[in-house]
């Protein structure tokens, strides 16, 4: 018997967090590095963290820290060590150099898990894109991303070095190929947004794994891709819903997710275009979390960037079957509580969502109710 199944990488976390950075902060964010990596089928089997008023500018972590690293990637066998922040092109030579292992900092985790969730044309164009330009000044001599062999003695100027230089006008090429095709898809994108003027759209948007496809998949009544991991959607899912004789179109997104990479953020604007030309956002948050109001800043803190923080936002407290502690509701704006899974708290919502759909269809579409009868 030959086994042919591949075997998952075997990895270190390691996060660097200032010096009044509390204890449970640092093990939340170790918790999310971790369920990422698990995302790329990567065992993780240590975690580093370390307290700096600033990372070290040539190898991120402490001397004494990076021995450390070392010794575990040694005894361990390690092959990836995952920084929770990014790293420098400099940061990035180094750590190999030293740890002679993989290195993934956390933008180009985001990438590829995305680059493996994308299923359109469109989104697969953006990942391609957001991912060459975040590599392009990262090329190393032990370089294993692009999945080719490395030559070279692994000494500066050798054919590895004229090799980096090789990969790097590829992939200038790639990214201008890329471009192009990105253009040509997002006026295909134009198109198909302009045809559906008239009737009010609603965006559901929350942080990574808030349950917003399994939402979807409730109010429309079709079949969603909804699973309970990171970044389950990757492509923008447009939906036509009627609720109490309403009709709205009803778009599932990408969640976002704190240190979204901004290569990716730019890549994605066309995606996200649903979400900044929706008349109603759905901000749907995982009640169950203990850091669901971190979650909820880093969403309003994106949305503040994409040009959406000024729509109009329900925010829908889901999974609470889950939480621990009662959900307290406060700040400005409407909410809700609910359990999509369980279906507690839907009829709720939709009387709810009814209404808001009504009064943007009499403020803006007042015409398109007599043409439309249900």
């Not at 790639?174 to 006026?187: A, C, F, G, T, Y």
């Not at 209404?355 to 403020?363: D, T």
Request: charged content about 30%; hydrophobic content about 35%; proline content about 2%.
């Amino acid at each position: 018997m030959i086994e042919t199944a591949k075997k998952n990488d075997r990895g270190v976390l390691v996060a660097v967090g200032s010096k009044s950075e509390s204890d449970d902060r640092m093990e939340e964010m170790m918790d999310e590095l971790e369920f990422l990596s698990q995302t790329l089928q990567i065992d993780i089997l240590g975690k580093i963290t370390q307290k700096l008023e600033h990372p070290d500018p040539k190898t991120f972590v402490g001397k004494g820290k990076l021995e450390e690293i070392k010794t575990i990637c040694s005894m361990d066998k390690i092959d990836v060590a995952v920084f929770d922040d990014d790293l420098s092109p400099s940061q990035l030579r180094n750590l190999e150099k030293e740890l002679k292992v993989k290195i993934y900092d956390r933008s180009l985790l985001i990438l590829d898990i995305f680059l493996k969730r994308a299923k359109t044309a469109q989104a697969k164009t953006q990942v391609e894109l957001a991912r060459y330009q975040y590599l392009l000044p990262r090329l190393t001599r032990m370089w294993t991303h692009l999945e080719r062999q490395r030559g070279g003695t692994g000494t500066r100027g050798g054919a590895g070095e004229k090799e980096i230089e090789t990969d790097r006008r590829m992939i200038r090429d790639q990214i201008n190929v890329l471009k192009k095709k990105l253009e040509k898809i997002e006026k295909q994108s134009n198109t198909q947004r302009k045809s559906r003027s008239g009737i009010v759209r609603v965006a559901l948007v929350g942080y990574t794994n808030a349950g917003k496809s399994t939402l979807m998949k409730v109010l429309s009544k079709e079949k969603v891709y909804a699973k309970d991991e990171l970044f389950a959607t990757v492509d923008s899912t447009v939906r036509k819903v009627v609720l109490n004789n309403i009709p709205f179109l009803l778009s599932d997104t990408v969640g976002f997710i704190r240190k979204l990479p901004h290569s990716l953020i730019e890549s994605f604007k066309s995606t996200l275009a649903e979400v900044m030309e929706a008349d109603i956002l759905l901000h749907v948050i995982d009640a169950s979390n203990p850091s669901h109001e971190d979650h909820m800043r880093v969403v309003d803190e994106t949305l503040a960037e994409i040009g959406a923080g000024d729509i109009t936002t329900v925010k829908v407290y889901n999974k609470i079957d889950k939480a621990d502690d009662v959900i307290t509701t406060n700040g400005n704006g409407t909410s809700i509580q609910i359990s999509a899974k369980k279906g507690t708290g839907v009829s709720d919502l939709k009387e709810l969502l009814t209404a808001e759909v009504r009064k943007v269809h009499m403020k803006i579409y007042p015409n398109y109710m007599q043409q439309e009868t249900y």
